[in-house]
């Protein structure tokens, strides 16, 4: 079956590590996104990759960083400067940066103890 | 002032109720508007997609646009208790050409129970 897959489904994270969360797709879709989303606040973007090799800044990049070296795989680090990294992180994907027919993974619950 | 502005609710209905969820927004550009289902602990996923005012119908579902009031709609008849989940409205911009700038832009969402 075509879809996205996050790992892991939740994680726990010292405060002033580092932690990377997986987004892999099988779907062939060219573009993927990252998205944030806490309690009353929606979906907010992370960073996006139209193509391999390379990727944007959303609206909240800072303290996050990722990687687009194969088209299937977008991972995201969060790194110890994100002040605030509790939170449900969503990855997508569509087949182009113009096509909003997003498939979404089904998350990565991180908490920061 | 956030651009996509959506009562996060929550709702309570018993089943079979009538159900409105809405949205308004600021950004006279947006052309492209979606809902989106969300189940708990699982990514949303597309329910209903539409560019133009007025009403799409889809069984149960009926999504509504007056871009003169800059207000969008979801409707649920017959709601059933398989419908609770948070339902999050998404618009885009699009180009002359029709093509979108590639960016969502989501409302809060709104939780929805329906109780039997």
């Known amino acids: 079956d075509g879809g996205i897959t996050q790992s892991p489904k939740y994680l726990f994270r010292k405060e002033g590590q580092n932690v990377t969360l997986s987004c892999e797709q099988n779907?062939?879709?060219?573009?993927m996104y990252w998205y944030r989303q806490d309690p009353g606040q929606g979906l907010r973007l992370i960073y996006y990759s139209q193509i391999v090799n390379d990727f944007q800044k959303g609206d909240i990049a800072e303290g996050y960083s990722v990687s687009r070296e194969k088209k299937e795989s977008f991972p995201l680090t969060v790194t110890s400067a994100q002040k605030n990294p509790t939170a449900f992180y969503l990855c997508?994907?569509?087949?182009?940066?113009?096509?909003?027919?997003?498939?979404f993974g089904s998350g990565t619950r991180l908490t920061v103890v | 002032q956030k651009e996509v502005e959506q009562d996060p609710g929550p709702l309570s209905v018993p089943e079979g109720a009538i159900v409105s969820l809405n949205c308004t927004y600021s950004n006279s550009a947006f052309q492209y508007f979606m809902w989106y289902r969300q189940y708990s602990r699982k990514g949303p996923e597309l329910l209903m997609y539409?560019?133009?005012?007025g009403n799409k119908e889809d069984g149960r579902f009926t999504a509504q646009v007056d871009k003169s009031s800059k207000y969008i709609s979801l409707f649920i008849r017959d709601s059933q208790p398989s419908d609770s989940a948070t339902y999050l409205c998404?618009?885009?911009?699009?180009?002359?050409?029709?093509?979108?700038?590639?960016?969502?832009?989501f409302g809060q969402g709104t939780i929805l129970t329906v109780h039997p």
């Open positions: 779907l062939n879709h060219d573009a």
């Open positions: 998404a618009m885009s911009a699009l180009r002359a050409s029709g093509t979108s700038y590639g960016k969502l832009t």
């Open positions: 997508a994907s569509s087949i182009s940066r113009e096509n909003l027919g997003y498939t």
């Open positions: 539409t560019y133009s005012s």
